[in-house]
């Protein structure tokens, strides 16, 4: 069972700069347990967007959307993953989570496991 805490979120005029933050617990870096972490957003009637994915050796993968804005990172040590947000958009509005999947043979199988959220606004 993975928990993660989510926290960074805010209001911030359109151009500014957030960094959300995603303490995970329930798992053995000693075991070598790998797991992918992906933060996604959902906006009020939209359907859900991958925002960003790391995974093993620093491996990662970003919507179009926010590709040069958003930059996602991992310190192992504290077990928490980052998502810098710059050049903000009001677009950008939106409850935004992170979730974890176990990483096998490279591959990020589902995504069962999330948190609950941290909500950006961002005003034009």
């Known amino acids: 069972q993975v928990n993660l805490v989510e926290s960074g979120g805010g209001s911030v005029q359109a151009g500014g700069s957030l960094r959300l933050s995603c303490q995970a617990s329930g798992y053995s870096i000693d075991r070598n347990d790998k797991y992918c972490f992906r933060w996604f957003r959902q906006a009020p009637g939209m359907e859900r967007e991958a925002v960003a994915t790391?995974?093993?050796?620093?491996?990662?993968s970003y919507a179009d959307s926010v590709k040069g804005r958003f930059t996602i990172s991992q310190d192992n040590a504290k077990k928490t993953v980052y998502l810098q947000m710059n050049n903000l958009k009001p677009a950008d509005t939106a409850l935004y989570y992170c979730?974890?999947?176990?990483?096998?043979?490279?591959?990020?199988?589902?995504?069962?496991?999330r948190g609950q959220g941290t909500q950006v606004t961002v005003s034009s």
């Open positions: 979730a974890a999947a176990e990483e096998w043979n490279s591959r990020c199988l589902q995504y069962i496991y």
């Open positions: 790391i995974q093993s050796f620093s491996m990662t």
